[in-house]
């Protein structure tokens, strides 16, 4: 038996978290949180979507043709389709506006397509990308620095 229940797909950056207790980044509360910040890393194929987010089809494109990207949405989608299902699944990248919102809106589709309620919540997907250099993560726009 399909859940009947609406369920809330998050995505998220890890580097825009505050701070939990122990000093690591707490990310949104969910039934189930999926790290996609080492699995779904493919720096060739994404040099050509810096400059867009996971809601464009290109970026989406991209995700889907990571490998193990396949493999994790089928397993998500099932996951989400357990009699006693999830409520809420929270994605998160570095910056959250590739990998994890990507990922969601493609997780969002095929739930839609079993015949699921979804809602979508892109924490991120907005913010510009985070670039890491060695006296830590920035945005690419110095303006946001302060905004952080």
């Keep these: 038996m399909r859940p009947?229940?609406?369920?809330?797909?998050?995505?998220?950056?890890?580097?825009?978290?505050?701070a939990g207790p122990d000093g690591?980044?707490?990310p949104p509360a969910a039934d189930r949180i999926e790290d996609v910040r080492d699995r779904l890393r493919d720096?060739?194929?994404?040099?050509?979507i810096?400059?867009?987010?996971g809601l464009n089809p290109r970026v989406q494109d991209v995700v889907l043709n990571t490998p193990g990207?396949?493999?994790l949405l089928a397993n998500l989608a099932d996951y989400a389709?357990?009699?006693?299902?999830?409520s809420r699944i929270a994605i998160g990248c570095a910056g959250g506006r590739h990998?994890?919102?990507?990922?969601?809106?493609?997780?969002?589709?095929?739930?839609?397509?079993?015949?699921?309620?979804?809602?979508?919540e892109h924490l991120h997907a907005h913010l510009p990308r985070?670039?890491?250099?060695?006296?830590?993560?920035?945005?690419?726009?110095?303006?946001?620095?302060?905004?952080?």
């Design 50 to 53: 810096l400059d867009l987010d």
């Design 24 to 26: 690591s980044p707490a």
């Design 130 to 148: 985070v670039l890491k250099t060695p006296a830590g993560p920035r945005t690419a726009n110095p303006e946001q620095e302060t905004a952080r």
């Design 81 to 86: 389709d357990l009699p006693a299902g999830p």
């Design 43 to 48: 720096p060739a194929a994404a040099r050509h």
């Design 69 to 71: 990207a396949r493999e």
């Design 4 to 18: 009947t229940h609406p369920i809330r797909l998050i995505s998220f950056g890890y580097l825009h978290l505050p």
């Design 99 to 120: 990998r994890a919102s990507g990922l969601t809106e493609l997780l969002a589709r095929e739930l839609r397509d079993r015949g699921r309620e979804v809602v979508v």
